[in-house]
C-alpha cells in the first residue's frame, strides 16, 4: 500500500503521508513525494496542494533515524524537490498549504516551512531537535529566522525547545490554530477560495516573493516592471491579464482562464 495517498477535488489536490508510526521520511518516500509535487506542479488542471498526514499525533517526526541506521545516507538521494518533495522543487509557483495535525518535528517542521500556508489543529507542536543529535536542521536554520523574528528562531534552533500551536500563531508561524475536528474544513474552505483565484497571478507572486529574497528592493522592482520574471511576463502577455479589469467594469466576476 503505497505511503502517498491523493484526493482530489477539482482544481484542489490533497497530498496525504501516511506512514505510521511517526509520517518519518526516509529516502524512497522523500522520492515519491517529489514525483507527487512535480506531477502537481506541471498538471494545468490542478491549482492548489493541500500537504497533510494521517492520524493525529505526529505530523511528521522528520527525518526517519531508523531507516538511516539500515543504511539510508543523510546525503542521499531525496529526489527532485529535496527532502520532503517540496523545499527544493524549482518553479513551484502554486499556492501549498500545510495542515499540520499533531507534533511537526525536524524535518517535518521543515515540510511544512515550505509550504506557502499554514494551519494547525490546536494540540500540534513544533521542534527542531536536531541540536541534541549533532547535527544541522539545515532548512530551518536558512528559513525560519525569515519567517519569525530571529531570537525566536534561534531561540528554537540552539535550544530544540518545543514551541506549541499557540506560540507558534503568535509569532506569525502559523496562519490559524483550530480545533482538531474544524482543521481539514478550514484548510480546504481556504483551498477552494485559493483554487477560484488568478493562477497567473498566483504564480507570479510565488515566483517574485521567491527570488527577490536575493535582490535589492529596486532591482526587484526593475525586473517586474521589464518583466524579466518569466511569470511576470506571461501574467501581462495573458488574456487574465485583462479579464479583471474588463469585469468591474461589467459588475460582475471574473473568470479565470489561466491562460
Known amino acids: ?26 529516502l524512497a518516500t522523500s522520492r515519491m513525494m517529489g514525483d507527487t509535487f512535480k506531477a502537481f506542479r506541471d498538471d494545468p488542471d490542478l491549482r492548489v496542494a493541500i500537504v497533510k498526514t494521517a492520524g493525529d499525533k505526529f505530523f511528521s517526526a522528520g527525518w526517519d533515524l531508523k531507516a538511516a541506521a539500515s543504511g539510508d545516507a ?16 524549482i518553479d513551484m509557483n502554486k499556492p501549498v498549504i500545510a495542515c499540520v495535525n499533531g507534533m511537526a518535528v525536524g524535518g517535518g517542521f521543515e515540510l511544512a516551512l515550505s509550504c506557502d500556508l499554514i494551519y494547525a489543529s490546536e ?16 532548512a530551518a536554520t536558512i528559513k525560519l529566522p525569515k519567517r519569525i523574528p530571529y531570537h525566536v528562531a534561534m531561540d528554537l534552533l540552539l535550544t530544540g525547545r518545543w514551541m506549541d500551536a499557540a506560540e507558534a500563531h503568535r509569532w506569525g508561524l502559523v496562519n490559524e490554530v483550530l480545533p482538531a475536528d474544524r482543521l481539514e474544513a478550514r484548510v480546504w474552505e481556504v483551498a477552494r477560495l485559493l483554487a477560484s483565484g488568478p493562477p497567473l497571478v498566483f504564480s507570479a507572486i510565488k515566483e517574485v516573493a521567491r527570488e527577490a529574497e536575493s535582490m535589492s528592493f529596486q532591482e526587484a522592482m526593475n525586473w517586474i516592471t521589464k518583466r524579466k520574471f518569466r511569470t511576470v511576463d506571461t501574467l501581462y502577455a495573458s488574456e487574465d491579464n485583462m479579464e479583471g479589469f474588463k469585469a468591474f467594469a461589467e459588475k460582475r466576476d471574473p473568470v479565470w482562464k489561466g491562460k
Open 1 to 26: 500500500m503505497s505511503v502517498i495517498k491523493l484526493r482530489s477535488n477539482g482544481p484542489v489536490l490533497e497530498v496525504t503521508l501516511d506512514r505510521p508510526k511517526a509520517n518519518a521520511i526516509d
Open 74 to 89: 543523510v546525503d542521499g538521494d531525496y529526489g527532485v524537490g529535496g527532502f520532503g518533495g517540496l523545499q527544493e522543487l
Open 123 to 138: 494540540h500540534s507542536s513544533f521542534a527542531l531537535p536536531e541540536i541534541r543529535a549533532g547535527t544541522l536542521a539545515d
